[in-house]
């Protein structure tokens, strides 16, 4: 077989496109059927394809959301925030959404999250809607929001869709913030590309490439926050296999900056 | 004025489109022409848009190449290669594009190149060609390198083109790799989002989004490596500014993982 035969078929194009038309979603809303109104208003078909929908949106419909005036500081919350001159309410449930704090200087909170995800903040956002300061939690369980959107949205007609719930996230040695998955269903995290062949016919040294973090990054371009998109309707990107969070999570022990 | 209106327009969707036919690249080619001609072939405008490449050909063709047979391994590259079970000329390729290593176990050694940027093995990839095993280091200067892609192509009549030159980078805490920028020419990139308003009219907190990352990430999801894909042409995010590589790396003062 000559090398050209080998080729893999050269992949179609990739469309992502924004679905715009989400109102402000409030705990209990279907999400759903929120994204099914915006992707008819968009003349998208939502399916064949994999939808990216921002974590705000997605913790809100599950209520994921705490008024600081209900939050009681620990004495650590205290003696953190007075050293990073932040509010103790705020830190008190970062600590609580916390596993343990992986960094702290420079006033940023370095945090692996319950979920066993590294974050700033362990992800726990500050949104001063008029009236009162509420904090917005990450999804208890993203993977299992990623399924019942996407099961929630099969039942409304949209058939073979993977769904990726997306976070922005700081990394370390770089300048901005990227976009990267937090929780999935109905695509594989990761693909393995072991054993495969580049086009000079050299088995490949690269040996995964974490397909959600590139999705959620894409679509990211369009989730522009003065924009209003939550959600990115992405099409052209192959989606075998299924899987979740734990397949993007390094293991502590295998780490080298844990 | 009400939120509404305050709102920006609803951006279009993008379409990222791979360009297949670019032959094997060798020292002194032309890349603006293969590109060129592989835009050509695949009947895309190459205008009004971003043109991300993988680092891999810009290398290639400015031949950043080196044979291992060529190489001297020092004591210190020596040691290393034992302890980490490496070709010691691979190591000493590796220590020689280093400012300084930041970590090292596990078989991996993480490198600050002399860049500036934060990656394994400083960058340098192992290419076994038949009868010559080389490494390809990353560019001198990918900016530089951008830079003259992008004059290239506008010499050949793509107007209005950026150029993001694009790298595979593993990071801490996450499995699987992501596409990284490691230079630029024609795009500003860091989209510095301070002071703009999310929907609901409330000032955001997040700052920056490293803009062309997202674009190497997105991009990534077509480098299928086996398919042959070195080049995909990204057309509906906008181009505000200019500026490179020192605008994505952080003061190593100011990174709590250095």
Partial sequence: MSVSEKKAAIPAPIQMTPLADVPAVQPGDDLAALLHAAAKSAGVALSEGVLVVCQKIVSKAEGR????????????????????????RHVEIVLRESARIVRRGRGVMICETR??????????????????????LLPDDSDASARRLREGLAAL?????????????GRPWREG????????????????????????????????????????AGAGLLMIKDAGIPAVFVEGVPRRGDGGLSDLLRNPSEDLFR
Same sequence: chains 1, 2.
Avoid: Y
């Fill in 65 to 88: 959301i705490v008024a600081l005036a209900d939050i009681e500081p620990s004495d650590e919350a205290i003696r953190i925030a007075e050293e990073d001159e932040k509010d103790p």
């Fill in 115 to 136: 979920h066993g995800m590294v974050c700033a903040n362990a992800g726990v956002d500050l949104s001063n809607t008029p009236g009162s300061d509420v904090a917005v």
């Fill in 157 to 169: 007609g949209h058939a073979d869709l993977a769904v990726v719930i997306s976070d922005t996230f």
């Fill in 177 to 216: 913030l990227v976009d990267v998955a937090i929780g999935s269903s109905g695509i594989a995290p990761i693909a393995d590309i072991r054993g495969s062949q580049d086009w000079m016919g050299r088995e490949l040294q690269v040996t995964t490439m974490a397909t959600v973090d590139q999705l959620a």
